[in-house]
Structures are given as C-alpha cells and as structure tokens.
T-cell receptor, first 115, second 115 residues
Framework: DVKVTQSSRYLVKRTGEKVFLECVQD?????MFWYRQDPGLGLRLIYF???????EKGDIPEGYSVSREKKERFSLILESASTNQTSMYLC??????????????FGPGTRLTVL | AQKITQTQPGMFVQEKEAVTLDCTYD???????LFWYKQPSSGEMIFLIY????DEQNATEGRYSLNFQKARKSANLVISASQLGDSAMYFC????????????WGAGTKLIIKP
C-alpha cells in the first residue's frame, strides 16, 4: 500500500512564525503535491514537484515556498505565517505514468491554525 | 468555465440503498483520466476509482462503480448497498494530458447515510 505521511495532524502557530510542514512518501513516486483545502473553495494546488529539486507553482503559491531535497520528502514552508493561512493542508504523491493514470495518493492532512 | 461540475452539494440516502453521485466534465482532449476520491470527516483523501477515457468498460472497485458516458461527458459514481461509513465528502477530479500531472477538482458532494 502507498503510504504518505505528514509530520503533524494539528498545528497551532503564531502570526509571523516560520512554519514547516513535512510530507514523506514511501512508494518512490516522482511527483509530489501540496494543496490547501478551505470550506467552499475546494482543493487548491499550492506547489508541486516532479523530481528532486524541481518545483512548479500551482494556483496559489503566494506566501509559501517548498523544498524537495530527497525524492521521498516534500516540505511546505510558510516563511511568515498569517491568519489567512489557517487551513487544512494536504500532501499527495503520484507516479509518473502507469496503469491508473497517475493517481494521487494523499496523506492524512495537517490542520494548521495561525493565531 | 468549470471543468468539473458536481451539481449536488449534499445528499441524504437511506442505509443499504444505492446512491449515484453526479460528475460532469469539460475537456477538448481525447485522452484524459477521471478519478473519484472520498474524504471522511478525519480529513484524509482516499482514492476510490479511476476511469481512463479510452477504457471501454466502466470501472468497478468493490461496491463502487463509475457510470462513464463519454458522449455526455459524465462520470457518475455509483455506490451500491450504502453503509453508514460511506458518509463523507466525495470529489470528482480529472487529469488532462498536458496538465503537468495536476488534477482538476470538483467542489465535492457531501453524502450522509441515514440509519
């Protein structure tokens, strides 16, 4: 089974703090993704990476950065957390090509609250 | 324009009944993939089923089947013999060939199974 883990299920931070959200997958997938999910707005892609050290902006990259130094790990960084970044953050990974059309497999999510 | 439309924001269904969740999509590509995911209240996004645009048969996975009507551009999820544990949000998503592995997501349908 594909396993995607995220470092925290719940996180509370203060405005202005630097926040790291870690995601690790154990299936040697090339692609990794960070989404945020807000009520009424659905899933919105923040960043994705298709290879080590490669990254692409998604729909809402402002206020975020990412790091992928190893294939299995994809980190989302909030340089200076703000209250409007309070959200559910979901990490996903997918293989490149394959019989199931690059299915994305998700971690359990991190509910981040910024006070 | 919306590429993935889920017209049912919420549904109530009696336990043991079958349920159909609607999804229509918009693409000009001939090759694409369609996905359904389930998100229980715990937050994790769980992959349910995949249909490729060239697949001649409707996809099935246990109690889940995908009613794929290509000419109508619809990919409805059918859950047979619903169970209380099926209560969750359900998301339809699409991957197009030039999308850089990204998925386009619908807004979701909240399904509640009544005992």
């Amino acid at each position: 089974d594909v396993k995607v883990t995220q470092s925290s299920r719940y996180l509370v931070k203060r405005t202005g703090e630097k926040v790291f959200l870690e995601c690790v997958q154990d299936m040697d997938h090339e692609n990794m993704f960070w989404y945020r999910q807000d009520p009424g707005l659905g899933l919105r892609l923040i960043y994705f990476s298709y290879d080590v050290k490669m990254k692409e902006k998604g729909d809402i990259p402002e206020g975020y950065s990412v790091s992928r130094e190893k294939k299995e790990r994809f980190s989302l960084i909030l340089e200076s957390a703000s209250t409007n970044q309070t959200s559910m953050y979901l990490c996903a990974s997918s293989p490149s090509g394959g019989p199931v059309g690059d299915t994305q497999y998700f971690g359990p999510g991190t509910r981040l609250t910024v006070l | 324009a919306q590429k993935i439309t889920q017209t049912q924001p919420g549904m109530f269904v009696q336990e043991k009944e079958a349920v159909t969740l609607d999804c229509t999509y918009d693409t000009s590509d001939q090759s694409y993939g369609l996905f359904w995911y389930k998100q229980p209240s715990s937050g994790e996004m769980i992959f349910l089923i995949y249909q490729g645009s060239y697949d001649e048969q409707n996809a099935t996975e246990g109690r889940y089947s995908l009613n794929f009507q290509k000419a109508r551009k619809s990919a409805n999820l059918v859950i047979s013999a619903s169970q209380l544990g099926d209560s969750a949000m359900y998301f339809c998503a699409m991957r197009e060939p030039d999308s850089n592995y990204q998925l386009i997501w619908g807004a979701g349908t909240k399904l509640i199974i009544k005992p």
